[in-house]
């Protein structure tokens, strides 16, 4: 079974609409991260948390949410879903310390009508 | 962060080493390198980091430049299986990854 998983892996949805993308992972991590990936350009960083009581904000959070439930979960949502955020979303999680690899799951294709 | 220059593509012929450079001329003292790579339809997976000595490890290795403004990540000898776009990452936040465009390799059989 895969260390990291993302559900759902694809989802299709329509402007206005809430949505809630959602991250596990079995490698006993405490730190998780949400990425975003454009077409044709790198990932950028959404939200991180070093642990359940620890959230911060990255790289644009703007009209994005998360909540990290247990250890093991994390959850980005889309209050209100807009074409623009059409893209492939990325979990991942790395262990406590720096310069620890992070491990990514295979990622959430969302489509914005 | 530090800013990161890296080719936008480059070829390689299978079996044949590949170096992938990449610019960080603003690196800090504390900025650890950070390379990844992303296969086709998957999510990025590590690769290598260094932070003034060269390394190795199973896939890859790792050359930091003395002034540390630059550094290449070498693919012994590339296959197919490692085509991919790979990314050049200096942080010195631990686990605030800023990805650039990358470098898109491309092996030729």
């Known amino acids: 079974d895969a260390d990291v998983t993302q559900t759902p892996r694809n989802r299709i949805t329509k402007t206005g609409k809430r949505i809630m993308l959602e991250c596990s992972q079995t490698?006993?991590?405490?730190?998780m991260y949400w990425y975003r990936q454009d077409p044709g350009l790198g990932l950028r960083l959404i939200y991180y948390?070093?642990?359940?009581?620890?959230?911060n904000k990255g790289e644009i959070s703007d009209g994005y949410s998360v909540s990290r439930q247990a250890q093991a979960k994390f959850s980005l949502s889309l209050e209100s879903a807009i074409p623009n955020q059409t893209a492939l979303y990325f979990c991942?999680?790395?262990?406590?310390?720096?310069?620890?690899?992070?491990?990514f799951g295979p990622g959430t294709r969302l489509t914005v009508l | 962060d530090a800013k990161t220059t890296q080719p936008n593509s480059m070829e390689s012929n299978e079996e044949e080493p590949v170096h992938l450079p990449c610019n960080h001329s603003t690196i800090s003292g504390t900025d650890y390198i950070h390379w990844y790579r992303q296969l086709p339809s998957q999510g990025p997976e590590y690769v290598i980091h260094?932070?003034?000595s060269n390394v190795n490890n199973r896939m890859a290795s790792l050359a930091i430049a003395e002034d540390r403004k630059s550094s290449t990540l070498i693919l012994h000898r590339a296959t197919l299986r490692d085509a991919a776009v790979y990314y050049c990452?200096?942080?010195?936040?631990?686990?605030?990854?800023?990805f650039g465009t990358g470098t898109s390799l491309t092996v030729i059989p």
């Open positions: 948390s070093f642990d359940v009581k620890d959230i």
């Open positions: 490698k006993g991590h405490d730190r």
């Open positions: 260094g932070l003034t």
């Open positions: 990452i200096p942080t010195n936040t631990g686990n605030q990854f800023y």
């Open positions: 991942a999680t790395s262990s406590t310390g720096p310069y620890n690899e992070q491990f």
